[in-house]
């Protein structure tokens, strides 16, 4: 009886824990499970993908899977101060 008492309640510690997780890290775990949709999205091909045709799209399937990280958007941003 001792061993049931302890599994189910390491059963809801892991469940309790796993809700914390999930609660705490929303928008990080949303921003990643969407990229990791796309990435595995077999009708998503980023040579065919346009910013300005996907602008109103409502698909989210069609959006890049990183940030523009070009130079000109690296140049705007403000230098670094040395020490």
């Known amino acids: 009886m001792g061993a049931v ?14 809700i914390t997780i999930e609660m705490a890290c929303k928008p990080c ?26 602008a109103n799209a409502s698909s989210t399937a069609a959006e890049p899977l990183l940030a523009d990280l070009s130079a000109a958007s690296a140049a705007a941003a403000a230098p670094a101060k040395a020490i």
């Open 5 to 18: 008492v302890t599994a189910v309640i390491a059963i809801a510690a892991v469940v309790l824990g796993w």
């Open 29 to 54: 775990l949303e921003t990643g499970r969407r990229a990791m949709d796309r990435a595995l999205d077999p009708n998503y091909d980023p040579d065919d993908a346009s910013p300005t045709a996907n």
